[in-house]
């Protein structure tokens, strides 16, 4: 009965609504007008919703057992309604913000939304490529501008660490032109071609490489997660299969009809 319940469409529909509710509810929470006209009432649906999801776990957990902690999208629930359970007194009083993550529970609650983080997660390796490639690139690059450019602008090129954050700051487009680049180009005018091909190989380059590797596993995930078994003309073999056998019983009953006549 608790699965057939779990299963309901009108149960997910109802955590799906709950989880908006408790977004809204924890984003009055942080209004001081909110909170005086009606904070005991957002208290009190926060605590019922809270009641609500720990029971709905604790459903699962009685119907799949053991099953339920190698569903990893089932261990993300169960992390981030505990959250909400730790007392929040003393030194844990920072775990109160931490009561915003119930949210994240959207996520497994709208399949498209897990196939987006299920590709995010899966392109990680090949992320992780990636920021090495950047990180080579920006460190080479550090190294040259601070030599080049340290003497004459020493607060944004004095030393490593400060031009790796003004080269951070040019791949991402933050007033790179008018407060960094003019000024330098002004006394040394190669300090543009510079530039140009450092974002040429940051930004466009590595930066987009990023997007590709995220789009790919978010389509390689989501051919995973589509229906295996289909019919040729793209019709759902379980269809097929239902009219095949509602044929079947039709075919019987008008037998049974003919030599009752």
């Known amino acids: 009965m608790l699965e057939r319940l779990l299963k309901d469409p009108r149960t997910e529909r109802v955590l799906l609504t709950l989880i908006i509710l408790n977004a809204i509810t ?12 009606l904070g005991p009432v957002l208290i009190a649906i926060d605590r019922i919703i ?33 959250i909400a359970l730790i007392p929040a007194t003393g030194s ?8 915003v993550l119930r949210v994240l529970r959207l996520i497994t609650a709208v399949p498209s939304l897990q196939r987006v983080v299920g590709g995010l997660v899966s392109a990680l390796p090949g992320m992780g490529s990636i920021t090495l490639l950047l990180a ?21 090129f004095g030393s490593l ?14 007033d790179w032109s ?33 997007i590709g590797v995220i789009v790919n596993a978010i389509d390689a995930e989501t051919a995973e997660d589509a ?29 049974h009809l003919s030599k009752a006549a």
């Open 26 to 37: 924890l984003g009055l929470e942080t209004s001081p007008s909110a909170m005086a006209a």
């Open 161 to 174: 660490g400060a031009t790796a954050y003004t080269l951070f700051q040019v791949m991402t487009f933050d």
């Open 136 to 156: 080579l690139i920006l460190y080479v690059f550090a190294v040259m501008a601070t030599k080049l450019f340290g003497q004459t602008n020493p607060e944004q």
């Open 50 to 82: 809270l009641a609500v999801f720990v029971l709905e776990l604790a459903a699962r957990l009685a119907v799949r057992r053991l099953s339920f902690f190698r569903d990893p999208w089932s261990v993300f629930d169960l992390a981030v309604v505990g």
């Open 92 to 99: 844990l009083s920072v775990l109160r913000a931490l009561r």
């Open 178 to 210: 008018g407060g960094i680049v003019k000024p330098l180009a002004e006394q040394h005018p190669y300090a543009i071609a510079f530039f140009l091909i450092f974002i040429l190989l940051s930004t466009f380059m590595a930066l987009n490489l990023f």
């Open 227 to 255: 229906p295996k078994l289909t019919h040729p003309s793209g019709v759902d073999e379980r269809l097929v299969a239902e009219i095949t056998a509602l044929r079947a019983e039709i075919a019987e009953l008008k037998g």
